[in-house]
């Protein structure tokens, strides 16, 4: 399975953008971009998928470098409910999610 | 919108006793998926199921063994129980069109069942 790196930690203020990057530097041409996140003693949860494209949905939004070696996760307001451990998971055809560490995200009120 | 339902939400055993987690996907998925996740860890793959057949099988120990049945839920049975099996067991579940895992499909999770093992 192709592997991500993240930060371990970053810290944002309530209502600012959070970035959140993610570098992958092995990926393949098939391997979809997952980002998922988990709030305390939850199970995770989907935020957003891309490829190729940019992408945007009513959580965030994904940015996709051109080589696709990196991506970020934006988040264009953060709320404290949105202090989670946030995943990128890259997911070729066939392969199962396999999480790594992820970054641990807080939000200062 | 329905989402994965897992039973028991929590469930508390003595050593080398058995549990048996349930886990019920969305409706009209087909795959099913469970992950163990201890104390400060990330959630770690242990097996998947897709139309009720084996799919993939990751990091599960011999002393548990899974199903999926005809109405599609899961259960995940642990026997021998140890004291490393406390975790939180997450149950999640895809569809995927033609059993093709295409890398796109988007994995929904349960609430998790506690498991504690004294």
């Known amino acids: 399975d192709a592997k991500t790196t993240q930060p371990n930690s970053m810290e944002s203020n309530e209502e600012e953008p959070v970035h959140l990057p993610c570098n992958h530097s092995?990926?393949?041409?098939?391997?979809?971009i997952h980002w998922y996140r988990q709030l305390p003693s939850q199970g995770p949860e989907y935020v957003i998928h891309?490829?190729?494209s940019n992408v945007n949905n009513r959580m965030a939004s994904l940015a996709i470098a051109e080589d696709r070696k990196s991506s970020t996760l934006i988040l264009h307001r953060a709320t404290l409910r949105d202090a989670a451990v946030y995943y990128c998971i890259l997911r070729g055809y066939g392969q199962n999610f396999v999480f790594g560490p992820g970054t641990r995200l807080s939000v200062l009120p | 919108a329905a989402g994965v339902i897992q039973s028991p939400r929590h469930l508390i055993k003595e050593k080398r006793e058995t549990a048996t987690l349930k886990c019920y996907p969305i409706?009209?998925?087909?795959?099913v998926y469970w992950y163990q996740q201890g104390p400060g860890q990330d959630p770690q793959f242990l097996i998947s199921f897709y139309e009720k057949m084996q799919s993939d099988k990751g990091s599960i120990p011999d002393r548990f063994s899974a199903q999926q049945f005809s109405d599609y839920h899961s259960e995940l049975n642990m026997s021998s129980l140890e004291l490393g099996d406390s975790a939180l067991y997450f149950c999640?579940?895809?569809?995927?069109?033609?059993?093709?895992?295409?890398?796109?499909?988007?994995?929904?999770f349960g609430a998790g069942s506690r498991l504690t093992v004294l």
């Open positions: 409706p009209r998925h087909d795959t």
């Open positions: 891309g490829l190729t």
């Open positions: 999640a579940s895809s569809y995927n069109p033609g059993g093709v895992n295409s890398g796109a499909n988007v994995l929904t």
């Open positions: 092995t990926i393949s041409g098939t391997d979809y």
